[in-house]
């Protein structure tokens, strides 16, 4: 026998307690009921009403035992789960430095992963891109470890300028490939500054495979400039300062051409939820688990019987 929460058992160490305290009280309401009422009219004749301290500190030790949550024995039940994989591919270009969302574009995406990470049932990847694309973390149920891996990206991390879309989904779609039966869809966080030429062909690619493509789009459309880290803003070769732009159109592109969902700066959770609610409904999956067969019935029905019967002996007029 096991317990689920055996903390609970602690309050079996105030019957010594409990129950001196329950026969000194009826012992006194005896007493006092002999005072004023005869032994007829008080129903003095039933000797088992002594019994009743006893029955109420049994019923209050079951149910602390109940409380507790014992258990024995195991059952093998059959559990069906739908999941789907998502790939989360996040822009490192040095644009998601632009500061024009209250913070970083690159902060503001993060947390925006995290959050999708959080609430999707099913396994993750995670890409981190810029001309070239590279796999931060494979697909995997570890949740925690993909939110602690986004949380290490900063803009330039592939250490290739520019910013490739394409191959973003590309290495996506490669990725997906280790569980190809599976239904998946694909998640790209950019500011959507597009430098590569390979949009189309994975728009193509991913419609093939009845993978969809789902667009947020952080940063705003009237430009900004982007910090450095020694002061100052980041200049071209003219010394002219670099304006980003946040590109909502190219990212409406992919999503529209895959089915997906196109979301612009969606800050807050009710603006996240027309994604958070579109996972892909995955096939089903069927795993045998061994689960405790819970025994709290046991003591629970003595309780029960306990005060059923404290109750029959409360008898007398006192």
């Known amino acids: 026998m096991n317990f689920r929460s055996p903390q609970w058992l602690w ?3 105030a019957l010594p307690v409990v129950l001196p305290f329950l026969v000194a009280r009826e012992r006194r309401r005896t007493s006092i009921a002999r005072r004023f009422v005869s032994e007829r009219l008080r129903g003095g004749g039933d000797p088992l009403r002594t019994l009743r301290p006893w029955m109420l500190s049994i019923a209050l030790a079951a149910i602390s035992v109940a409380l507790a949550g014992p258990y024995a024995g195991f059952r093998t039940v059959e559990v069906t789960t739908r999941e789907a994989n998502r790939i989360i591919a996040v822009d490192v270009s040095h644009s998601m430095g632009a500061e024009d969302v209250g913070t970083s574009r690159l902060s503001a995406a993060k947390a925006i992963a995290k959050r999708i990470v959080e609430r999707h049932n099913g396994r993750v990847g995670l890409i981190a891109f810029e001309s070239t694309a590279e796999v931060i973390s494979p697909l995997t149920n570890d949740g925690d470890a993909v939110i602690a891996l986004a949380d290490t990206l900063q803009p330039g991390e592939v250490g290739q300028p520019g910013s490739d879309l394409g191959a973003a989904v590309l290495a996506a779609l490669k990725l997906l490939e280790a569980d190809s039966g599976q239904k998946a869809d694909i998640v790209i966080i950019s500011d959507g500054e597009e430098q590569g030429t390979r949009v189309n062909q994975a728009v193509s690619r991913a419609r093939d495979r009845s993978v969809a493509i789902s667009t947020i789009v ?8 982007i910090p450095v880290p ?3 803003v980041l200049r071209d070769e003219s010394g002219e300062p670099v304006v980003t732009y ?3 159109d190219v990212m409406e592109r992919l ?23 579109r996972a892909a409904a995955g096939a089903e999956r069927t795993a045998k688990v061994r689960v405790p067969v819970d025994r709290y019935q046991w003591p629970l029905a003595l309780a029960f019987m306990a005060f059923f019967l404290g109750s029959i002996l409360n008898r007398g007029a006192e």
């Open 246 to 248: 946040a590109r909502a």
């Open 255 to 277: 999503s529209r051409g895959t089915g997906g969902t196109a979301l612009e700066n969606p800050f807050s959770e009710h603006e996240l939820e027309p994604l958070l609610t």
């Open 230 to 232: 020694r002061g100052g």
């Open 11 to 13: 309050l079996l160490a």
């Open 218 to 225: 952080v940063g705003a459309s009237e430009g900004s400039t």
